[in-house]
């Protein structure tokens, strides 16, 4: 009963290249949470998917962030043209049907940008 | 727009010494879940409880316990005789009804115990 599955768990980009962030979630849960963690910080909602559709991004920032969660296979969070300001880490939660249901952390992917 | 607050951003005891974590938040809805999440050194989340606002009454796990009171909205977390591998980031979160898992996260209390 494997959990939520986030890779890689440690990321490291140059300024400019691109991060791809995986997120797989339990089984059976086909809603999807990213939040980011800044240093010494709590974690900030990003954004929040079901199978092929965004339901809201009011955290994410306006350029250069992206989210998906296909059909088939993980989420992914996309962030272009990374910059230092981007060092984060970046937690996952899954639920199930029905927006009372409780949600589930992945590890977390620890990105730094160089 | 809700919120959760943290007053106390780092804390130190000594081990067998007991603590309470602040938490108190703001929202205008009626319902509501409220959490609360460790964060040890290695980074990962621990989740520790989850209440519903229509459930006042306090809970016990073990060394841990929880007093809720919508009166003053806060939602603290008290450990017992506390031990060094309590040392974590504990975190207070909010979610509304209709948001599932969509969380209002507290800044976070870092918990020392020290031998």
């Known amino acids: 009963n494997a959990g939520v599955m986030q890779n890689p768990r440690h990321l490291v980009r140059r300024r400019g290249q691109e991060a791809r962030l995986r997120c797989s979630p339990m089984k059976g849960h086909s809603h999807v949470y990213w939040y980011r963690q800044l240093p010494e910080e709590g974690l900030k909602f990003m954004v929040y998917l079901q199978k092929e559709n965004i339901i809201d991004e009011s955290g994410m920032p306006k350029e250069r962030f992206s989210a998906e969660f296909p059909k088939e296979g993980p989420s992914i969070l996309r962030i272009q043209q990374v910059v230092r300001g981007d060092s984060a880490a970046y937690f996952c939660?899954?639920?199930?049907?029905?927006?009372?249901?409780?949600?589930?952390f992945g590890q977390g992917t620890r990105l730094t940008v160089v | 727009a809700q919120k959760v607050t943290q007053a106390q951003t780092e804390i130190s005891v000594v081990e067998k010494e007991d603590v309470t974590l602040d938490c108190v938040y703001e929202t205008r809805d009626t319902t509501y879940y409220l959490f609360w999440y460790k964060q040890p050194p290695s980074g990962e989340l621990v989740f520790l409880i989850r209440?519903?606002?229509?459930?006042?009454q306090n809970e016990i796990s073990g060394r841990y316990s929880w007093n809720f009171q919508k009166s003053t909205s806060s939602f603290n977390f008290t450990i017992t005789a506390s031990q060094v591998v309590d040392s974590a980031v504990y975190f207070c979160a909010l979610s509304l009804y209709n948001q599932g898992g969509k969380l209002i996260f507290g800044q976070g209390t870092e918990l020392s115990v020290k031998p």
């Open positions: 209440r519903n606002s229509f459930d006042e």
């Open positions: 939660a899954s639920s199930g049907q029905g927006m009372n249901t409780e949600a589930f």
